[in-house]
């Protein structure tokens, strides 16, 4: 019999344990490989969650969360963290995913111990280093570093190609995150036993999410203003639910300007079942989140993007998403016109979705599997 071929996952976050946990879930029970998992807890509560969720148990936590952490920070204590551990285990390839600064020190430790790594979710460019701000130079890093590149598009092939990536190293695998999601959904769970918030779901939901770092200060202000603007004049017809992002900044603008406003709910950030429940019985999603523009379309739904770039522009292609920038006046109009113009809605919301089919773990686990 063939020896078992030893994978360790790596992850930090809880978009990173979302969209990897169908991977270790493939991995773990297929006798043709040894799966483990080690997590930096970059995020600590939320990747807690995801865990649960999917019933995963961490082999390795480095419990790296601390409060006013750096990016700096970060880097150096998953470095030395993840190293040590690699050594020690010795696996035959070592899987990071997306762009965070996990994945970047997660790759970067296993080149240090000339480790082959893998990178789901690889070839994904805005093409400006500051947008998304640190994640666009992760991932560029990362790809250096790759071995395999799991790419989930075909627009993420071309970027890599255009990188220097050799041909033979990529493989276009669709997104795990649908894989992830539509798990999740079909499961179920009443949102009223998540979600302490007086919301009328007999109204339109409005889902945003809105956290990143280039929208920190005045645009999260001007997002945050357009929005309560639009709660005020859709009253009769629209409620807003918000789970408000653990970091201060963004908790402290919120409360300011959308607290107190009757039909904007401000809740705290749900586990990934009552989420993905709530996206799906959402009216639209307006959203900075770069796993939410895949996810949405995946249930129907139109995602306005509140960034001036995108690392995933199929979905514009497609046109399931659309680039509203954090200005004021653009994010209301764009916000408005899906409220008001049913033909707009429609066409978004019956696109089809470009990441994939649900199966992206079983391509990536089968890849592994004839590569190694």
């Excluded at 998540?194 to 956290?211: E, F, Q």
């Excluded at 203003?225 to 900044?249: I, M, S, T, Y």
């Excluded at 989140?289 to 949405?296: H, N, P, R, V, W």
């Excluded at 109009?333 to 079983?362: C, F, K, S, W």
């Amino acid at each position: 019999m063939q020896a078992q071929k030893k994978i360790l996952l790596v992850f930090g976050t809880r978009p990173e344990a979302i969209k990897m946990a169908p991977l270790v879930k493939a991995l773990q029970n297929d006798a043709r490989f040894l799966a483990k998992v080690a997590v930096t807890a970059q995020h600590r509560e939320m990747l807690d969650q995801v865990l649960e969720c999917f019933d995963i148990n961490a082999d390795y936590d480095l419990n790296m969360m601390r409060h006013g952490q750096t990016l700096s920070d970060i880097t150096g204590r998953a470095l030395r963290g993840l190293q040590e551990i690699i050594a020690a285990e010795k696996p035959d390839v070592v899987l990071v995913h997306g762009d965070t600064t996990t994945t970047f020190a997660g790759a970067l430790a296993a080149f240090y111990e000339q480790i082959p790594v893998g990178h789901v979710e690889a070839g994904l460019r805005t093409g400006d280093k500051y947008a998304p701000y640190p994640e666009e130079i992760n991932r560029r890093l990362t790809g250096v570093l790759a071995d395999y590149h799991f790419a989930p598009t075909e627009t993420a092939r071309q970027n890599l190609l255009a990188s220097g990536v050799a041909d033979a190293n990529i493989f276009v695998t669709g997104n795990t995150v649908i894989d992830a999601l539509l798990q999740t959904v079909a499961a179920g769970c009443e949102l009223a036993e998540y979600i302490d918030a007086p919301v009328d779901w007999s109204k339109r939901i409005l889902l945003l999410t809105c956290h990143r770092r280039e929208n920190w200060g005045r645009p999260m202000r001007e997002i945050f203003g357009a929005v309560r603007r639009l709660a005020a004049e859709f009253a009769g017809d629209l409620e807003v639910v918000c789970p408000v992002h653990k970091n201060p900044l963004v908790r402290e603008l919120a409360a300011e300007i959308l607290g107190g406003v009757p039909n904007v709910h401000l809740i705290e950030p749900l586990e990934y079942r009552p989420f993905s429940q709530l996206m799906s019985r959402a009216y639209l999603v307006v959203t900075d989140s770069g796993g939410m523009q895949e996810e949405a379309p995946a249930l129907g739904k139109p995602v306005l993007v509140l960034r001036e770039v995108t690392e995933r522009p199929e979905a514009i292609a497609a046109g399931t998403a659309r680039l509203i920038g954090n200005k004021g006046e653009p994010v209301y109009q764009g916000i408005r016109e899906l409220l008001t113009d049913d033909a707009v809605y429609q066409a978004m919301a019956h696109a089809a979705n470009p990441y994939g089919d649900g199966r992206a773990a079983e391509r990536i686990r089968d890849i592994l599997a004839s590569r190694l």
